[in-house]
């Protein structure tokens, strides 16, 4: 059976979380993807986020009708700073799975980041790394050791993170448009991202 793995904040889970997550399905005949959210990122530790019910809510009305996503809380349980090869190395375990049919989910953006991960190596010799690609992505400013050993698919891309997003929210403008209605919903029901006074 193969497996995708999807971590992130989602600080909101937005449009384009959705979109990526439903062609990596389709492009490697995925039967589950698991969502994982952070409890803290190691690339955004000096950033204020959501706390961690708020997020695993808005995550659970995005899924809410999604078939073959599911929520994973391994790394909320955990605590501390999350990191991506000790997570990858608890599911193969928890799964018994191997690493062919383990699909690890980023973005082409964090592709051109992973030098900065922790072991990234081995994360490579763990389990297949899948990357969305992204307009005007140049693969000669990534790696050479790391492009031979991931897959790249193609996956309509939002054009706003979840930090943008964050920052529209603040304005007062609505973001319905940019996340799945019961997560705009939840977000102005529970005042989240508004300046507190």
Request: net charge neutral.
């Amino acid at each position: 059976m193969k497996v995708g793995l999807f971590g992130g904040t989602f600080d909101p889970p937005h449009n384009g979380h959705l979109a990526i997550a439903r062609a990596a399905i389709q492009a490697f005949s995925l039967r589950r993807m698991l969502f994982i959210p952070a409890h803290i990122a190691p690339n955004k530790t000096a950033e204020n986020h959501s706390a961690p019910e708020h997020r695993l809510a808005m995550l659970k009305l995005a899924l809410q009708d999604q078939p073959v996503c599911e929520i994973a809380t391994l790394e909320l349980e955990r605590g501390g700073i999350s990191y991506s090869i000790d997570t990858i190395r608890t599911f193969k375990i928890r799964l018994s799975i191997a690493r062919d049919d383990l699909y690890f989910l980023i973005g082409a953006d964090s592709l051109l980041e992973f030098h900065t991960w922790r072991q990234p190596e081995n994360i490579l010799a763990e389990v297949q790394v899948v990357v969305a690609r992204r307009p005007g992505f140049d693969p000669a400013a990534v790696r050479p050791e790391y492009l031979e050993k991931v897959i790249f698919f193609d996956a309509p891309l939002s054009p706003l993170s979840s930090s943008e997003i964050r920052k529209i929210t603040l304005t007062g403008a609505r973001i319905d448009n940019l996340v799945p209605t019961v997560v705009a919903e939840y977000i102005r029901n529970n005042n989240l991202y508004r300046p507190v006074i």
